[in-house]
């Protein structure tokens, strides 16, 4: 069973400021919540076969790699560990897509995955995971525009207050 879960957040800004932004694949860490380090790892710096490490409090090492490149749009990104899936997951990608709107543009983050484990990978996902996931996904898009306005690093405690005032 593949689940997706997608949130979205106003960034006041040009598409095309924000394209340049999102193509440099090394400001994660200043908008993905927990990172703590993102490193380019391969030649290519953007397109189809670029790969990034990322480092989370939480989770140890992550590799992710472009799949799909739209210029001027977005990308998805590939996540694993070497030449397996991230764990706990038997495949996983992150969508990130720059949208037209009438104040700038919006971000648009879609994570999608399929668990293993049967009945009981169903039964964790809907209890649990599916959860978690859709509250990881909108604190990307919301720490994300943030960034893309600031240009800074996104606090913890700022993400608080960027989630209570999103409802």
Known sequence: MTTTVTARAPIPLPLDVCWDK???LTRAANYVPGLTACVVTTDVREGVGASRRVTSRQFGDMDET??????????????????RPATPFKE??????????????????TMTYELGF???GALLDALI???ISKSNVRNVALSLAEHYITDAPVPPERLRELVRSAG
């Open 66 to 83: 472009v799949t799909v490149w739209n210029e001027g749009q977005g990308f998805t990104i590939r996540l694993h560990k070497g030449d």
């Open 92 to 109: 996983a990608t992150f969508r990130y897509a720059l949208e037209p709107a009438d104040t700038g543009c919006e971000i648009v983050t």
């Open 22 to 24: 999102l193509r440099d």
């Open 118 to 120: 049967g009945p009981l």
């Open 129 to 131: 995971l599916r959860r």
